[in-house]
């Protein structure tokens, strides 16, 4: 199983896919982290990157996945390559190119959770702290969502404090089966 927290820099992501992973591991859960890549970028990121730089963060992104897909029961991304796209097309326009592969590449995560601006960005040594730079990126995720029909578990601004209970509460049936009442007694 393959799920992805989304969403523009600045609004949370990182910290509740550690909060996400420690709850899940806490229920003896096989569970693997994929990093947020563009941290990792050799190339210029935010508002001075470019489509080869995110082209390398595209790429990388599928691979560590892949990667963490091979050896665990779930994977946990912070960001998915289809929020990475985003960054892409507004550095660089549309992209044809790239479309077969992601149209490809979406269905592979079993759920996307969105996180929604609640506030600024604050300066970390990498994240960008435009704000209309946060909320470009925002509305293009929204708007490639909306465009693609796909289906997103949406976090609300206004429950920050609930939103590992909200998306425990939407994983833990898959990934936590309870234990059945009286299981079969194998002929006893």
Not at 104 to 127: N, Q, S
Request: glycine fraction near 6%.
């Amino acid at each position: 199983m393959k799920v992805a927290l989304i969403g523009t820099h600045g609004v949370g992501k990182t910290t509740l896919c550690f909060e996400l992973a420690a709850r899940l591991k806490r229920r003896d859960v096989d569970v693997e982290m994929v990093r947020e890549v563009a941290r990792r970028c050799p190339l210029p990121i935010n508002r001075e990157t470019s489509a080869a730089a995110q082209g390398w963060i595209l790429h990388t992104q599928m691979a560590w996945e892949l990667e963490a897909e091979a050896d665990h029961r779930l994977v946990l991304c912070d960001r998915s390559a289809l929020d990475n796209y985003c960054y892409l097309v507004h550095a660089a326009g549309p992209q044809p190119g790239w479309e077969t592969l992601l149209g490809a590449w979406l269905p592979t995560y079993d759920l996307l959770i969105k996180v929604p601006i609640w506030t600024t960005p604050r300066w970390d040594g990498v994240r960008d702290t435009d704000i209309a730079f946060q909320k470009d990126i925002d509305a293009l995720l929204d708007e490639q969502l909306d465009r693609r029909g796909l289906t997103v578990l949406r976090l609300s601004p206004g429950d920050r404090p609930q939103w590992g209970d909200v998306v425990m509460a939407r994983l833990e049936p898959l990934v936590c089966p309870q234990p059945a009442l009286f299981p079969e007694d194998n002929g006893h």
